[in-house]
Every structure is written in structure tokens, then in C-alpha cells.
């Protein structure tokens, strides 16, 4: 009888064990529910042997869905407005400030010289007035116990300039006053006065004043003492010539102070006392 001998594979202690068989484990889903793409992909990857890890799963998406992309809004907080610098304008106005300053000074200085270079040439005096006399030619009580008063007075103007000539010009009044009352009133002629002239001026003056009756007693009584004082006021409106320069009008203001011994109608008044003073205003 043969003997059949039997042959064994021989085994390589250096070779790895053969892979055990492994059952596939599918979960079950219920009925009426559906698995999502990731559980479905994680159980393919265990299938096959491989493991996501979260550092996968955060770098690869699953199939089917794109990343979620979480735009996030930034507020722009818009800059505040420059202010405008307080030391810029500060030091504009301070020039503006200057600036009219100096115009100022040199407009001053100018005039300054201006006058003083016309001073020195023409070298303008005052006029000078006195009053020469003094005629009353009616002085009454009307019926209604008013007073009626009638002067005639006669006054020397004197220009005593050598390059100067005055223009006087309509308008200048004269008048007499008794303790603040009006007495009468005139007008000035309207005529020019040459370099170093005297001119004789015969005015007529009339007046009405409604406190007669106070008025004549108060005379009456100051005539008794035979010193009767009387105001002589003088507003003329004049234009200076310079040579051949008529500069613009001015006025004269002027003021007599006079003492009278009567105040008789038509009769010689003589006249005691006559201070006056004049002035120019601009």
C-alpha cells in the first residue's frame, strides 16, 4: 500500500498574521428618517479603515456642502473734524489788529503834519467882534400882554489874519437875551471879509415875547439901578480861505456880555460894560 505523504506549506515567522476577516456593521437608520451626508461619509471612512479627526473634518468639508462662510461687519467710526487751530487765527486777527492800527497812526500823523504845516504858514486867528452901540427903538406892551421889542445895534467885526479871508454865509443870526428871556432877533448880511479887515455891521433886531407883563416889570426894576444886563449872542456859519482854497463851512459861535444904564425907547443908551468871546466850531 502507498503511503500518501502529505506536504505542508511552511510557515515565515517573519511574516505579518493574515487579516482577520471583519464583519461589516452598518447602523440602521428608521424607517422615515434620512442619514446625513456626514454620517454617511464617517461610516464609509470606517469602513475602509480610516478615521477623520477634527482637525480634518475643520479643514475638508463634507461632500455636498460648502463652508459656511460668517462675514463679519466692522463699524467704521468716522474721524472727528480737525478743529481749526485757535493759534492761526488768533495771530490773523492780532495782524488785522496791527494792520489798522498802523493805518490809523500814519492817518494821524499825517493830519497832524498837515495841520501843523498850515498852521505855521497862514498862522489863523479868531475874528474879533465889539459891539459899538446900542439904539432902542421901540420897546411895548401889546394887548394881549406881549412884549414888543425893536433894537438897532451896531457891530465892528475885525479880521486880523494876513493870509486868511472869511466868507460868511447865509444864515447867522444875532440876538439879545435878558435872564435867559429872548428879546429880539436878527439876521447877519451874507458878505466876504478880506486879510486884515474891519467891517461895520448894522443890524436891526425885533423880538415878541408872550411874558410881557413878567418881563417889562423885571426890567423896570433893574432900570431903576440904572445897571441893566444884556446878552448878545452871535451864530454865524463861515467858510475859511486859505489863498486860493475855500475850505468847508464852519460856524462861529460868539457871546457879549453887556451892561446898559437904560432901556428907554429913542433915547442915547450908554453902554458900561462889553465883554465878549468867541469860539469855532467844526
Known sequence: MVDHQRIYPAVDAEAPPPPTPTATVRRLVPHGHQRSSTTIQKDQLKENGTSTS???????????????????????????????????????????????????????????????????VFRPKLPNYSVDSLKISNLRLNLDMSLYAKFDV????????????????????????????????????????????????????TGQNQYGNILMNALQQQQQTGSIPLDLKVNAPVAIKLGTLKLRK?????????????????????????????????
Open 54 to 120: 477634527p482637525v480634518d473634518q475643520q479643514h475638508h468639508p463634507p461632500l455636498g456642502l460648502q463652508p459656511l462662510q460668517v462675514t463679519r461687519t466692522i463699524p467704521v467710526i468716522p474721524a472727528a473734524p480737525k478743529q481749526p487751530e485757535k493759534r492761526s487765527s488768533s495771530c490773523t486777527y492780532c495782524r488785522c489788529m496791527c494792520w489798522a492800527l498802523s493805518i490809523l497812526f500814519l492817518v494821524l500823523i499825517i493830519t497832524g503834519a498837515t495841520a501843523a504845516i498850515l498852521y505855521l
Open 154 to 205: 451896531k457891530i465892528t467885526a475885525d479880521n486880523p489874519n494876513k493870509k486868511i479871508g472869511i466868507y460868511y454865509e447865509q444864515g447867522g443870526r444875532l440876538s439879545v437875551w435878558y435872564t435867559n428871556m429872548r428879546l429880539c432877533e436878527g439876521a447877519l448880511p451874507k458878505f466876504y471879509q478880506g486879510h486884515q479887515n474891519k467891517t461895520v455891521l448894522n443890524v436891526a433886531l
Open 250 to 282: 464852519v460856524r462861529i459861535l460868539g457871546q457879549c456880555l453887556l451892561v446898559v444904564d437904560s432901556l428907554t425907547a429913542n433915547k442915547f443908551i450908554s453902554i458900561t460894560a462889553n465883554k465878549c468871546r468867541f469860539r469855532l466850531k467844526l
